[in-house]
Nanobody, 114 residues
Framework: QVQLVESGGGLVQPGGSLRLSCAVS????????MGWYRQAPGEQRELVAD???????NYADSVKGRFTISRDNTKSTMYLQMNSLKSEDTAVYYC????????WGKGTLVTVSS
């Protein structure tokens, strides 16, 4: 069973930065395609960014130029560096892993507010 644990969420002012982490159990992390999704209150869950096992990245238009996804296969961890945060980035952020099956973390709340 693969387990994903997000951390790094919190309250930040507009224009600020946060870095989210997703620690993944399992011995084949390097083979997983990984992604960050978010869900705002009353909204559907949406893709924020993803990264393949070979490091190819993809971003939602709303976060391009502000967010950076990365992974450290030696630590079985994925990251999301979020800069220039806006109020509309407020959401629960979920970590996702795919390799045949799909696994989700429980989420971490990011609140952007003054």
């Amino acid at each position: 069973q693969v387990q994903l644990v997000e951390s790094g969420g919190g309250l930040v002012q507009p224009g600020g930065s946060l870095r989210l982490s997703c620690a993944v159990s399992g011995r084949i992390f390097g083979l997983y395609s990984m992604g960050w999704y978010r869900q705002a209150p009353g909204e559907q869950r949406e893709l924020v960014a993803d990264i393949t096992s070979t490091g190819i990245t993809n971003y939602a238009d709303s976060v391009k130029g502000r967010f950076t996804i990365s992974r450290d296969n030696t630590k079985s961890t994925m990251y999301l560096q979020m800069n220039s945060l806006k109020s509309e980035d407020t959401a629960v952020y979920y970590c996702n892993a795919q390799y045949g099956s799909t696994w989700w973390g429980k989420g971490t709340l990011v609140t952007v507010s003054s």
